[in-house]
Every structure is written in C-alpha cells, then in structure tokens.
C-alpha cells in the first residue's frame, strides 16, 4: 500500500526516544509462522513508524520457537520487542522468568529507563506476591525489568489509587480499555488519565491503548460489538491532544478474532470455524495509512505534512437490523450507525463527495485528517462512490470493493477499510 503522507521520518525506540508507539500482537496467532512471515509483518509496521511489538503470549509451547524466529528477524532491522503475558492462560511463574530471561539480553527487547519492559493481559487474581516475586527472581539473575501490567478489573477511574496500594510491586500501567463500556456514546478519557496519574507515581510507563474496533461473534453468550464507528480518529486525538502518554499500544495488529486488526490478514493462520465468516475479504490495511499520519503527530509534537491527498473509508457490509441466516445477533448491535464513514487527510482544502444508491452528503476537509460520513442507502446491494473535489473538479474518485445488502449469512459487524488514493 503506497503512503498518503510525504517522507515522515521514522522514529523507533531507542535509548532517546522520548515517545513510543507498539503494536499488541497476538503469538498465538504465529502457529504456521516462518521467518518470512515475520519479516513481512515486522517490517511493515516499522514502515509506518510502529516501533515493536508487544507480544501477548499465551501458555503454548510453539510461541516460544516462533518468537526466537521473530528476534533473529527483528534484531537487524532494530524493531523492539516486550511480552504481554496473557494471564488467562495457565502460567507458570518459572516459565515466564525464564521466557523473559532468553531474550533480556537482546538488541530487540525493549527497555524503559533501563530496564526490560514486560506487561500482561489480565492476572491480578495472582495478588502482588506473585509479582513481585517474579520481579525478583529475574533481578536475582541481573533483570532488572518495569512491570507495566493490564489489569483488566480497573477500569472505574475510582479504583485507581487502590491499585498500587493492592499491587505495590508494580511500576506503571496498561489500560487495556480503548473502546466504549457497552454504552452508546464515545470513549472519554477519564480511565486513562486517573491511571497515568497513579502511573507516574510509580515512575511510569503509561501505556494508553488506541484500537480501530472492537466486535467477536465466535458463538459464545458473550459476543459482542462496541461502538467504534468513529474510534480510530478521535481515540488518536485523545491521545495526542488530551493524555500525552508515554506509550502507544494499538490494540492490535493481528486479533482477527476481535475485529481490531490492522495488519493484513494472514493466510497461514488458521482462525478456525467461525471467525472466517466475518473476516475473510474484510481488509482493514489502509487503517495503516491512518496510524502513520498520527504515529508522526504524536512522536514529533505537530501535524505531519501530507503529500499526496487520500480519504480512507470504512463500513459494515449489512445494516444493523438484517437478519442472517446463521449465528446470533451480537450485544450491543443497535449502536453503531448505518454509515459509511470517510476520513480524508488532505493537503489543502477539499470538498468531499460521498455516495452510496441515494443516499450523499459531502463535507469541507483539510487540511489535515476531517472525518465525515453518509448514511446507508434505503436501496439494498449498493457500493459507495468517494470523490475529492478542489475548486469544482474532481481531481480523484473511487469506489469500495463491498456492497452494502440486507443479504446476510452471518451476522457480521467488521467493517471493510477502503482507500482512495
């Protein structure tokens, strides 16, 4: 995919780097994984200024064979690497010390202030003994690590301070919680700042998570979609303009499974029975060109200058209310809008033109990122049609490659992400 950004300059972690941007990616996906595989993804999100990833890990032997490929890959190119052990699998605390301890070492394992980052997905049911033990068992073999976890429980802004008078052994922390709580309405930042608050009182890092989407229909009671139309642009801005954290981590790059990819879709990975109905040929790459534009703003202070004008576009393939003929419909399905919705990032001014059946409207953008959107057509099996239009003419126009029908299978809110370019 060809940038819409003019020569940003990469910026990756290293001892001087006063911000950091990683990508939480899914080991458990790397099964069928070669050295190529790695190479193809390590080197496309260093591309777009993602300086790691952060590796959420499960209890599966594999993972450690398929992380050693990703190091021998990683360690040329100076992309970084920390382990987000994922707390709902069976750990051992040996394991994890000596998991950590393989690589400690190594040029691609990313260090905070000096010493080896390592996060989790959940695990606060373990108590702070369990932690700070682990702490200093590695510091028994010269590890000194920052333990910066995602305790999924705290979420509430008023549990804050009770985390670190529970956990004292911690040093910053995750919140994992980048999309709305089962609500209707935006995400406000209210949980990030009380707990970078606390944070810094540890000594840090805070790690804020930016996620695109969030909706699983894997079968299960407990499948769900969030709100998420508009996340991927003002979750970006609310880090940028409002928290200020000292990390980034995009939530994620290969969780098919969730809707929250932004790495290409991987052949070699087996996503089982289900999670192919509403993830097969619902690309989400051009989201990329949407986290470089953002990933340059918010390491380097200041609005990237943008080349050559794009408008990346993204929408459902079924309104909300289409009754398929197999699954179940998912919580929280009445809250997304049947809209097609339009970010241009844009050098100069522009009206932007949005069609689908009879259904359009446009919007003033640029320069910069202006997100707008349209509504569903009341015709059924329509495509959009994007135009960028400068003092009267079209100067670039395209359509999406999915049609928006009442005709469903499986009850799919992934959206397909587009790019007129």
Not at 15 to 26: E, L, N, P
Not at 144 to 165: C, G, H, M, V, W
Request: charged share 15%.
């Amino acid at each position: 995919m060809r940038s819409s950004l003019a020569c940003l300059p990469l910026a990756f972690a290293n001892a001087t780097s006063a911000k950091y941007v990683f990508a939480h990616f899914m080991a458990q996906n790397s099964y069928s994984y070669s050295q190529s595989d790695w190479s193809n993804d390590i080197t496309t999100a260093h591309a777009i200024g993602i300086d790691g990833f952060a590796l959420n890990i499960a209890a599966n032997d594999y993972e450690v064979n398929r992380i050693a490929d990703a190091y021998a890959v990683a360690e040329p190119l100076g992309f970084q690497f920390f382990y987000s052990f994922d707390m709902s699998s069976a750990w051992s605390q040996s394991d994890m010390v000596s998991i950590v301890a393989a690589h400690a070492h190594s040029s691609s394992t990313f260090r905070y202030e000096d010493a080896v980052l390592v996060s989790t997905y959940s695990g606060e049911s373990l108590g702070d003994s369990f932690w700070s033990t682990f702490k200093s068992t590695l510091q028994a073999q010269g590890i000194t690590i920052k333990f910066a976890p995602a305790f999924t429980s705290y979420r509430d802004p008023s549990q804050a301070d009770s985390l670190i008078s529970t956990f004292p052994s911690i040093d910053g922390f995750f919140n994992w919680w980048s999309w709305p709580a089962d609500v209707g309405s935006t995400l406000t930042t209210d949980t990030d700042l009380a707990y970078q608050q606390v944070a810094e009182q540890k000594g840090g890092p805070y790690i804020m998570s930016v996620s695109p989407w969030q909706f699983k229909n894997l079968g299960g009671e407990n499948d769900w979609v969030e709100l998420s139309d508009t996340l991927w642009n003002y979750r970006w801005q609310q880090a940028i303009n409002d928290v200020n954290p000292d990390i980034v981590e995009i939530v994620t790059w290969n969780d098919y499974a969730e809707s929250h990819y932004i790495g290409d879709i991987n052949p070699n990975v087996d996503l089982g029975t289900l999670a192919p109905l509403y993830v097969d040929g619902f690309v989400h790459s051009p989201w990329r060109t949407v986290a470089q534009y953002y990933i340059s703003w918010y390491k380097n202070g200041s609005p990237p200058p943008i080349g050559d004008d794009s408008v990346v576009f993204w929408y459902r393939a079924h309104p909300k209310d289409a009754v398929c003929t197999n699954g179940a419909r998912p919580r929280n399905a009445d809250f997304p809008a049947d809209a097609i919705f339009a970010l241009a990032l844009l050098s100069d001014n522009a009206t932007i033109s949005l069609d689908v059946g009879s259904s359009h409207a446009q919007f003033d953008a640029g320069p910069g990122a202006t997100i707008g959107s349209v509504p569903f057509p009341s015709e059924d099996s329509q495509i959009p049609f994007i135009q960028i239009i400068k003092n009267g003419q079209t100067v670039k126009s395209g359509y999406g490659s999915e049609y928006i029908t009442q005709n469903c299978d499986y009850y799919n809110f992934n959206p397909w992400v587009g790019i007129l370019q």
